[in-house]
């Protein structure tokens, strides 16, 4: 082996669960009464406006794109009429659901920064994530910026996974396509990770969490081809 890429959203940030699933649990856990199908529209519309739309800037902490992020998904539901209450009660379930979402983050990127500190002795590691614009921002946040010796972010080369060529980005500070087959690729998608990484000959560990569709799901296999291997939680890459 001569170096690892992780995926940073849906990886290190929640451990293998899709964000789609990992703030609806924190509706859930709030309270905010609206229902999965409801939830889900308001999700991709918030993730559309963020991707079409200069809202998130360079210099943006993940708490505050966090807090953009259920701003939009909240308006979205009140202006479908699927949720009717007072500002103030608005209000006090966004602030319920955003500290509830970053706590639980925190204490997951905690967990990753430590597995990936004692990688870091032995192996090159690089960042390779579809992103807002602000990831270098987000990687100081929570004191993952001295870790990574390079980060290919999608907003900033013009490349989104699943184009394998943003893994061709990442790869060429480990040397390039010709050290693909010793390069490991760990990522929670098996559409944007593991089968891009696995069309350029990289080796590929699945990050098995809660899935976005579970009807989809269900028809993935339990250890898919691309896959050399599969995980369900971040620390077995040191642990096992």
């Given amino acids: 082996m001569k170096g690892y890429i992780f995926d940073f959203g849906g ?7 899709h964000w789609g699933k990992f703030i609806w649990h924190a509706y859930e856990r709030s309270c905010v009464p609206v229902n ?5 529209e308001a999700y991709i519309h918030a993730e559309r406006m963020l991707g079409k739309n200069p809202i998130i800037q360079p210099t943006d902490t993940f708490f505050h794109t966090l807090d953009v992020k259920l701003r939009l998904e ?11 209450c007072s500002p103030l009660e608005i209000e ?8 509830d979402l970053y706590g639980r983050v925190s204490e997951l990127v905690a967990r ?6 004692k990688l870091k002795p032995q192996y090159p590691l690089v960042l390779c994530s579809n992103f807002y614009g602000n990831l270098n921002a987000v990687l100081k946040e929570f004191q993952l910026d001295n870790i990574f010796q390079d980060v290919v972010e999608s907003a900033a080369v013009g490349v989104r996974k699943p184009d394998a060529a943003i893994y061709e980005l990442a790869l060429k500070s480990l040397g390039g396509k010709e050290v693909a087959a010793d390069i ?6 098996l559409k944007n990770d593991i089968r891009p990484a696995h069309l350029l000959g990289c ?4 990050l098995k969490g809660e899935p976005w569709d579970s009807e989809t799901a269900e028809e993935i296999p339990q250890h898919p081809a691309e896959a050399d291997r599969v995980i369900t939680d971040i620390t077995e890459l040191i642990n096992d």
Avoid: K
């Fill in 11 to 17: 990886t290190i940030d929640t451990n293998g669960c």
């Fill in 92 to 99: 006090r379930l966004h602030a319920a659901v955003l500290n």
């Fill in 74 to 84: 909240m308006e979205w539901l009140v202006s479908q009429g699927y949720w009717y």
């Fill in 184 to 189: 490991v690729v760990v990522g929670d998608s």
């Fill in 203 to 206: 080796q590929t560990v699945w």
């Fill in 112 to 117: 990753g920064r430590e597995m990936l500190l």
């Fill in 36 to 40: 999965w199908g409801q939830f889900r």
